[in-house]
């Protein structure tokens, strides 16, 4: 029932906004000039999703998006419930890429042997439920905690390094390195793998869920060729040192016992996702708390004068500019959504930013309020059995990039006139650059001075 439409049935106005040539949705209805207009890729949707679609949620909360050939889902109770219904609302295309491969491209991925299969992301039950039991261990809290220790070693030596120079980009200086170095410490990969890791996390994004030009495909395509070899040789790797810390080395002890359950080539696709899933979500999500929290300098002010605040501040963050935008899934039988009928195998795009700016589940959802009593209830983090399984790492590295920045550069400020740039891509969101500055002279930690 879903139907496959070229790019090119989609042309342009004169102020650049899509217009498609495809005038019904694949159950017959029009579409509006809205919904034809829509477009993931540029313009309002890459530079505030959750303003973009406020019209939607108010008026077309349910569309079809010719553009995309996918149902665009905007607001929080219909995404709420398509999450608690996994048998419904399939997990499976999840990372399915969202732009069509090239054949050319494709021969190239065959080069590497890359045959991603099934990963907890995009499982369907009862598989899923199993396998994420057996994974769950290394990611509760009190795991978690143990290695507060070293992310606070880690990011104190980051700060050090641009301290008392006055100026910092934060995403390049801190916020990209730092997750990246968590991940694999979680993971159990080896220090020496960590550049080529940092290199690999880039080209998966725009992969999945970017839309690469033609020219680009063949570039993104080997470089995803490279990454899947390189997972399968670190998996080969952690082998070796069957008894070392993290993830891996936890789920390759799990596979000696159950075998088919964990086989190597779920090994090598966890390998894979987990790098993109534990470094680039956190980097973006370390960035766009912090643009949000200096451009609400009472909020940033409060919050340094009052440590406890931390956590509410970091769930709010998370509702206001998470870093996760969207997730995706298909239909198993006909449904209807927001009283909109969908019919089965239709694709959702399901747009979590916008849910997390109804102003249904959150009273004035455009104010950035530190103290908001149900900030915690966002979806960023999805919902049901496929939550994140990453959330309290995340916010155990937030927490602790919170409170040092606050303790070291309480007084630091965005430069003003910077403009912020995207990634672009339906699903995830993190500015590629955030640039601060302050007085050295006026750090409160006296060995901060220079």
């Given at each position: ?135 769950m261990a290394p ?106 810390d993290g993830w ?28 993109l899933a534990a ?172």
């Amino acid at each position: 029932m879903s139907v496959q439409h070229d790019i090119s049935a989609v042309s342009t106005t004169p102020d650049g906004c899509p217009v498609s040539s495809v005038t019904q949705s694949p159950t017959g209805c029009p579409i509006s000039h809205q919904a034809a207009s829509f477009d993931p890729f540029r313009g309002a949707y890459q530079v505030n999703p959750a303003d973009a679609l406020k019209l939607a949620r108010k008026e077309e909360p349910v569309f079809y998006s010719p553009v995309l050939d996918y149902w665009v889902v905007t607001r929080y109770d219909d995404i709420k419930n398509i999450f608690k219904n996994p048998e419904l609302f399939s997990a499976a295309i999840t990372l399915e890429q969202i732009t069509p491969v090239s054949e050319e491209a494709i021969e190239i991925l065959d080069r590497y042997d890359f045959a991603p299969g099934p990963t907890i992301v995009n499982e369907d039950e009862p598989i899923h439920t199993e396998r994420r039991r057996a994974l769950m261990a290394p990611f509760e809290a009190e795991h978690v905690e143990k290695l507060a220790p070293k992310i606070t070693e880690v990011v104190t030596s980051y700060i050090d390094r641009f301290v008392t120079r006055g100026k910092a980009d934060l995403v390049d200086d801190l916020f990209y390195e730092v997750p990246c170095i968590v991940a694999l410490l979680f993971l159990g990969v080896p220090d020496e793998d960590i550049e080529t890791c940092r290199q690999f996390g880039m080209q998966q994004t725009l992969f999945t869920w970017g839309r690469p030009p033609a020219e680009e495909q063949n570039r993104v395509a080997t470089g995803m060729g490279q990454f899947w070899e390189f997972a399968g040789g670190l998996v080969e790797k952690l082998k070796k040192t069957p008894d070392a810390d993290g993830w891996i080395p936890h789920a390759i002890r799990v596979q000696k016992d159950n075998p088919e359950l964990i086989t190597d080539n779920y090994l090598q696709n966890i390998m894979m996702s987990g790098i993109l899933a534990a470094h680039e979500t956190t980097t973006n999500a370390s960035g766009n708390a912090f643009r949000t929290l200096l451009e609400n300098r009472d909020a940033w002010e409060k919050l340094c004068n009052d440590p406890s605040l931390i956590n509410k501040a970091i769930e709010e963050c998370l509702r206001y500019a998470g870093s996760v935008v969207a997730w995706r899934r298909m239909t198993t039988d006909d449904t209807t959504v927001g009283g909109v009928e969908i019919p089965a195998g239709s694709r959702l795009l399901i747009v979590t930013s916008s849910a997390n700016r109804d102003e249904s589940m959150f009273p004035e959802p455009d104010t950035f309020d530190i103290e908001r009593s149900n900030a915690r209830r966002h979806l960023t983090f999805g919902l049901g059995t496929h939550t994140c399984m990453g959330a309290t790492l995340a916010r155990q590295e937030l927490r602790i990039f919170i409170g040092e920045l606050a303790r070291r550069l309480p007084h630091m400020r965005l430069v003003e006139g910077q403009e912020f740039t995207y990634l672009p891509n339906t699903s995830f969101r993190g500015p590629e650059h955030v640039l601060i500055e302050w007085d050295p002279t006026q750090n409160p930690v006296p060995a901060d001075r220079p």
